[in-house]
């Protein structure tokens, strides 16, 4: 009887301790969910805006580089230029080929320019690493895929949120400074069958910040659809 009681004393402890556990790894992901490890800025044009001149903007992306290492390893690698192989892979001078009115904008397809391509440092496709971050409010930067573990090159960035892509698509960004550019962006007519856009839109440049350390953004600044 008594050994039944220790078994029973030795069993809530080892409850206790796994629950502690738990809560402290789900302390240790959320802090992680909301910690920036680098940001990039890209210099957009929309050629023939509004029949005349050609808008320039600039929108920088912050990257949840400890919650989606490999996604920001390759998207970073990308906006530096990256040579594999034959392939040079570069995000400068790539179309925005795609613009959904209050839900996308997508761009970078390196190797086609249409929606058709593109390719990661990893080798043509690469897997979903984890689906942590929630599309929960516009700005959040995404993986573009063609089905699982079809990651390229191709991201789209949420005019609005869409948590109905929770679980398709791994989040690792999120625009920090010039929502507004993106959501005039999001305001190229386009085409209601293919979402083509009906102005030439592209990625003039693009470059990483090189921030001096990690920073976290609060709870409401992730759910925030302004610039932070």
């Known amino acids: 009887m008594a050994s039944l009681k220790v078994l029973a004393s030795l069993l809530l402890v080892i409850v206790a301790v796994s629950k502690t556990i738990s809560a402290d790894d789900d302390d240790s992901k959320k802090k992680m969910r909301n910690t920036i490890t680098e940001e990039v800025w890209f210099d957009v044009v929309v050629e023939g805006m509004n029949d005349e001149e050609d808008y320039h903007g600039r929108f920088v992306i912050a990257l949840f580089g400890d919650i989606a290492p490999m996604s920001v390893m390759n998207f970073q690698s990308i906006v530096r230029g990256y040579k594999r192989g034959k392939k ?3 995000y400068k001078n790539s179309p925005i080929h795609r613009i959904v009115p209050d839900f996308i904008i997508q761009m970078g397809d390196v190797t086609n320019g249409d929606g058709t391509g593109g390719a990661s440092i990893y080798g043509d496709r690469f897997v ?3 689906f942590e971050i929630s599309h929960k409010a516009a700005g959040y930067v995404s993986m573009a895929n063609h089905g699982q573990d079809t990651n390229g090159s191709q ?4 005019l609005t949120k869409a948590r109905w892509l929770d679980g398709k698509h791994v989040v690792f960004g999120k625009v920090i400074k010039g929502m507004d550019v993106v959501q005039h962006l999001g305001n190229v007519p386009a085409s209601s069958v293919n979402a083509i856009p009906k102005r030439k839109v592209f990625i003039e ?3 990483v910040v090189g921030i001096e350390k990690k920073y976290d953004l609060t709870d409401s600044q992730m759910i925030s659809d302004e610039d932070i």
């Open 88 to 90: 040079n892979l570069h």
């Open 205 to 207: 440049d693009c470059g």
């Open 155 to 158: 991201f789209f960035i949420l």
């Open 128 to 130: 979903d690493e984890n």
